[in-house]
């Protein structure tokens, strides 16, 4: 069975910080760029944050440049997200999923529809 799993969401306060972690069965990241997508209620997802599998380079949008840090273990097949200086306008529900190379485009877009049930982050005082 070929899917992704989010984790280590939850409640923080503005300024706070996470780690998500994107792990993978069937299959393994490393061969993937990875990209974490958000979607907040009434919103348009939103990718914020890709890594490639060729060289480990990182794309963000102006939106979390500078806070979010993609990275990847691919001895432990995962993909962390990390949040600092969280924001009320972050909260939603991050996906992980495969990805489409970025240098090209300049931004994140999905290589696939492997979504899995995402992790929600609220970020509220």
């Known amino acids: 069975q070929v899917h992704v799993v989010e984790s280590g969401g939850g409640l923080v306060q503005p300024g706070g910080s996470l780690r998500l972690s994107c792990t993978a069965s069937g299959f393994s990241l490393e061969y993937y760029t990875i990209g974490w997508f958000r979607q907040a209620p009434g919103k348009e997802r939103e990718g914020v944050a890709c890594i490639s599998h060729t060289d480990s380079s990182t794309y963000y949008p102006d939106s979390v440049k500078g806070r979010f840090t993609v990275y990847r273990d691919n001895a432990k097949n995962t993909v962390y997200l990390q949040m600092n200086n969280l924001k009320p306008e972050d909260t939603a529900v991050y996906y992980c999923?495969?990805?489409?190379?970025?240098?090209?485009?300049?931004?994140?877009?999905?290589?696939?529809?492997?979504w899995g049930q995402g992790t929600q982050v609220t970020v509220s005082s």
């Open positions: 999923i495969r990805a489409m190379p970025f240098k090209d485009s300049g931004r994140c877009s999905t290589r696939d529809n492997l």
